[in-house]
Structure formats: C-alpha cells, structure tokens
C-alpha cells in the first residue's frame, strides 16, 4: 500500500499539522506502508526525515499556490493507492481536488484530514472577521466541493467531528471517521536530558516550574497566562514559567515581552529558550511540575499528549478538544479560555496535595497509553481504505 499527504508546511516551525503528519507516517511504517509527502516547502530546505518529502514551493503567497503542483498531481496521483490532503484553505487541496477530475487513469481512495480547520472558533473569533468573510465566499465556491466530494474525512477525535458540522453548509461528507492520533512513546528519561535543558534556561533542579510549549500565538491563550501569572505573584509564591515555542520576535510575541516588562521586578519568573527539539524538548518535560496550555482553540494538543507520555498532569482549557478525555482519567485540570479560567488553573493546582499530584502524574501516563498511542491510527486508515475499495469493486462488478 503507498499512501500520499499533501500538506502546505513540513518545516516544524509551522505547527502541529506537520507533525501529526509524522505520526501517522511512523504509524503506517510500522504496518509496511510507504508515505511520500507533497507539500510547497522551498525544495533547498532540508529536514531530518526517513521519507521522502517532494517540494514544489516557495510558495510565499497567502494562498500558497505553485505552478509546478497541479501538473505533478496530475500526472502523479495513479501512482498511490490513497491521497490525504492534510489542512484546508489552501492552494494544495483544490490542486488535487481538481487533479482528480482531469485525471482519465485509476483514481485513488480520497480522505480530508482537516486538522480542526473546520472549527467554528476561526469563524467566530473577533480578530479573523475579514478571514471568516473570505472563508464563507470560498467555501461556496471551492472548499465544499473538497470536503463533499471526497471519500471519507478522517478526525483526530470526537469533538473535532461534533464542531466540524457547525460553520459551513452545504456539509454532507460521504463518511466522517475518527482515527485518532497518538504519539510513539518518548525516550526514558535520563540525566543529560535534564541537565541539557538546565543549561540552555539557566535553572536548577531546585527550580518549580510549569512549561507551555508551542507556538508564541494569540491562538494559545498565552497573554491570559502571563497575565494571571503577573496577578497570582502578588499574592502567593509561584513557580517559574518556561515559555518554550517560535514567535518570541512576532508583533505578539513582543506584547507578552511588553506586558512582562510592566512588572521588571518579576521578569525572573518567565524563562523564553525558543524552540525546543529533541533532548532539549523532552528534558523539559521530565523536568517540569506540570504543563499548561490555555489555548484558545486546540484541535488535538501534540504538546499535551506528549506530556502525558512523560507522566506529567495537563493544565489546560476547554477548548482542547480532548479535554473530556483529560477530565474523564482526572489527568489534570480544566478550565474556561478566559482570565478566571487561567486563575482557576493556576490557583487550584497550587493547593493540590503532593499526593493528589502524584496520583495525576499516575493518571497522566495511563491516559497516554489507554487513548494516545500511535500504533491504532494505521489500523484504522487501513481499515478504511480496504473498505473503500471493496465498495468500488462491488460497484464495478454490479456494473
């Protein structure tokens, strides 16, 4: 079986799509599929993958179109048994849409992976009005004929199929599936991981603190965070914060540098080290009390399962759609996206027992390995495409 994803960005720096995509090819590896990637990447970048990654870009336009992507799909697409289009909005899933249709050959099986982009929050949200009206109109004109058009839309979990039926009408996909997402379990924990994230922040092991990892972004509700951070200060001892992620230097990343220097007396209490990768990521995981994640939106939330993995308790809001699953195995705690609910958070898990934690950390790793591991995604993509064309043959021989 070789499978093709087609996606905008591979570079890590662009998010959790690309490295959802990741996952599911390690996934798939281990069920002896073959994955390429098509994505519209500067072809002179380069990343540290065992697959290969055909680069069409730069595509540095808002719809990140390519000339050179239509005629390879074209000519392409018969050469795999199922395309995925991970994301939406973009050039690169109306470029398949549309090669299928000029295609005379075979065809392969079609899924839509749209990775939360079907959330009413990006309709709703008060700083994308301009992007909701341009949504609407290309809804209407291309995206419906993606999503109605193909054989299957797969979600990374309930909730994220719930949401998916609200914004957008006409919506009447043939099939919608949850195949979940998970994670390959991450490397024990050792000395030189914890030592190595010590000497890139400059703390000891005698230093609490609580960890956000991920993109410096309205999106993840960080300014909420520093702000019930500056509150709480003044009143109770807390611990550190490490904001781990991209986008210190963004126009955002400067108002949480702005808001922080409004207090210089407690600028000691926020850790920036940038993004963290590899021994780096994972020492901060191990080393952490707890991690945080405010978000506004979060489709899946790759950073909180990975702290899962690492036994660590999940602070996070109720717009994490796998949030019921947090609250179901008392992994953590949940609360509103808004300042009282980042207080809660951070209030509550302050006079939690050392028992009560330790009891989380325990929770935490059942939860990972009951709901989060990697192995069932391929099960389920291959499940479903089996399926598929079984249906086509019995279609060509009533024919």
Request: proline letters at 5%; glycine letters at 6%.
């Given at each position: ?92 899933s109306f470029a398949t849409y549309k ?187 191990y080393a952490c009390e707890a991690f ?108």
């Amino acid at each position: 079986m070789r499978i093709l994803h087609i996606v905008d960005r591979m570079d890590p720096k662009a998010g959790g799509v690309c490295q959802a995509i990741r996952m599911i090819i390690e996934s798939l590896k281990h069920r002896n599929v073959e994955s390429d990637v098509v994505s519209v990447d500067d072809p002179k970048m380069r990343f540290q993958d065992d697959f290969k990654i055909l680069a069409f870009g730069p595509a540095e336009n808002p719809w990140q179109y390519s000339k050179k992507l239509l005629p390879w799909l074209i000519c392409n697409l018969g050469n795999y048994d199922t395309v995925i289009i991970h994301g939406l909005w973009q050039y690169y899933s109306f470029a398949t849409y549309k090669a299928l249709k000029e295609r005379n050959g075979e065809k392969p099986v079609v899924f839509v992976m749209p990775h939360g982009m079907l959330d009413p929050y990006f309709q709703n949200a008060p700083d994308r009005k301009l992007k909701a009206i341009r949504n609407k109109i290309y809804w209407q004109i291309i995206e419906r004929h993606v999503i109605n058009g193909c054989d299957a839309l797969l979600f990374t979990c309930k909730t994220e199929l719930d949401l998916a039926k609200l914004p957008f009408k006409p919506y009447k996909p043939k099939i919608e599936k949850v195949i979940g997402l998970g994670i390959k379990a991450p490397p024990r924990c050792t000395t030189s991981m914890v030592n190595a994230f010590y000497d890139k922040t400059g703390l000891t092991n005698s230093d609490d603190f609580l960890l956000f990892l991920g993109r410096i972004n309205r999106k993840k509700g960080l300014d909420l965070l520093v702000k019930a951070f500056l509150q709480l200060l003044d009143n109770i001892q807390m611990p550190k914060l490490v904001i781990a992620g991209p986008g210190i230097n963004s126009d955002f990343g400067l108002e949480i540098i702005n808001l922080i220097k409004t207090r210089p007396e407690l600028k000691s209490y926020f850790i920036f080290p940038g993004m963290l990768t590899g021994d780096l990521k994972w020492g901060a995981f191990y080393a952490c009390e707890a991690f945080i994640l405010p978000s506004h939106q979060e489709n899946f939330g790759i950073a909180t399962v990975e702290a899962l993995a690492c036994r660590k308790p999940v602070l996070i809001s109720n717009q994490v759609n796998i949030h019921n699953e947090i609250v179901a195995f008392e992994a953590g705690l949940v609360e509103e996206d808004n300042l009282e609910g980042v207080l809660n958070l951070l209030s509550k898990w302050m006079i939690i027992s050392n028992k009560n934690k330790e009891m989380m950390t325990y929770n935490a790793e059942k939860c990972f390995k009951e709901l989060f591991q990697y192995q069932s995604i391929a099960n389920k993509i291959i499940e479903l495409n089996n399926s598929m064309n079984e249906k086509y043959f019995e279609y060509s021989v009533e024919g």
